[in-house]
């Protein structure tokens, strides 16, 4: 059984580009968390999604950032217009519990570095 | 909203010694604290886990305890090996998790 699937696993931009960064949650799971790491820093929560709906977003900067996780294919966080401080990793978890909280199975990340 | 605190930052230790690690947190509704375990380059693995009904949790070498009325809770590893080596995190929540700022322990041979 495959585990949380991110790619692409390293990505370069130079500032003003867009970044998109997709997440393949484990077989079964239909809950995506999205986890933004600082380098020498913890995991703070970005947004929580299930099949085509945005369930929490609170931790989502307010301006160009977006989430979506369709009816088919993966989990998407894009990121318009990236500037340097957007430099972090992106880390996807899945759940297979609804409401109250489990374990949550992480990817191995996707490392963004803005130029 | 929920708030973790962590400490210590970094932690080292003698092969065979104990480390203990300890998070205290805000939201007095929260119920599920687990802990993870993150190698360099990679994500994030839950190591232990502990609900809100349970004061305390073992499993081989590594041990949780909680404390509600204080709202704090441990993380115990004894006899440490070098492949202890990383950093971890612990986490609180009601319905997201939210981490702590992490511990970064060394275990020397």
């Known amino acids: 059984n495959a585990g949380v699937m991110q790619n692409p696993r390293h990505l370069v931009r130079r500032r003003g580009q867009e970044a998109r960064l997709r997440c393949s949650p484990m077989k079964g799971h239909s809950h995506v968390y999205w986890y933004r790491q600082l380098p020498e820093e913890g995991l703070k929560f970005m947004v929580y999604l299930q099949k085509e709906n945005i369930i929490d977003e609170s931790g989502m900067p307010k301006e160009r950032f977006s989430a979506e996780f369709p009816k088919e294919g993966p989990s998407i966080l894009r990121i318009q217009q990236v500037v340097r401080g957007d430099s972090a990793a992106y880390f996807c978890a899945s759940s297979p519990l609804e409401g109250d909280t489990g374990e949550l199975f992480f990817g191995e990340g996707s490392r963004l570095t803005v130029l | 909203g929920e708030n973790v605190e962590q400490h210590p930052s970094t932690l080292s230790v003698q092969e065979g010694d104990s480390a203990v690690i300890k998070c205290t947190y805000s939201?007095?509704?929260?119920?599920?604290f687990p802990w993870y375990k993150q190698e360099l380059g990679k994500g994030p693995q839950l190591i232990i886990d502990?609900?809100?009904?349970?004061g305390e949790k073992k499993d081989q070498r590594i041990a949780v305890t909680l404390n509600k009325t204080a709202k704090h809770f441990s993380l115990h590893i004894t006899e440490t090996q070098p492949e202890d080596s990383a950093v971890y995190f612990c986490a609180a929540s009601v319905d997201k998790l939210i981490f702590g700022t992490g511990t970064r322990l060394q275990v020397f041979p």
């Open positions: 939201d007095s509704a929260s119920n599920y």
């Open positions: 502990i609900r809100s009904n349970v």
